[in-house]
């Protein structure tokens, strides 16, 4: 499964890693990850999750993130 970052919101990607492994409660994600519930729903709402945080989200996951240099266009 591709995501392509820059098209999507980040409580849709962590939506759609979740529901890719079955799951779906964000509450018991950000205990695993060891984040308070509120500070995490406010971050997915806010588009304000730190990348820290995301990268250790895809990992819990099963997820890797890769960037890739775009093409050079026309």
Do not use: C, H, P, Y
């Not at 849709?12 to 695993?32: F, P, Y």
């Not at 500070?39 to 890739?68: H, P, W, Y």
């Amino acid at each position: 499964m591709e995501i392509k970052l820059d098209k999507e919101q980040i409580s849709n990607i962590v939506g759609l890693m979740l529901a890719s492994r079955g799951r779906t409660s964000k509450a018991d994600l950000a205990r695993e990850i060891g984040i308070k519930e509120t500070t995490f729903r406010a971050a997915l709402s806010n588009e304000s999750l730190r990348f820290k945080d995301f990268l250790q989200i895809a990992e819990t996951l099963g997820f890797e993130i890769v960037a890739k240099k775009k093409e050079q266009e026309g």
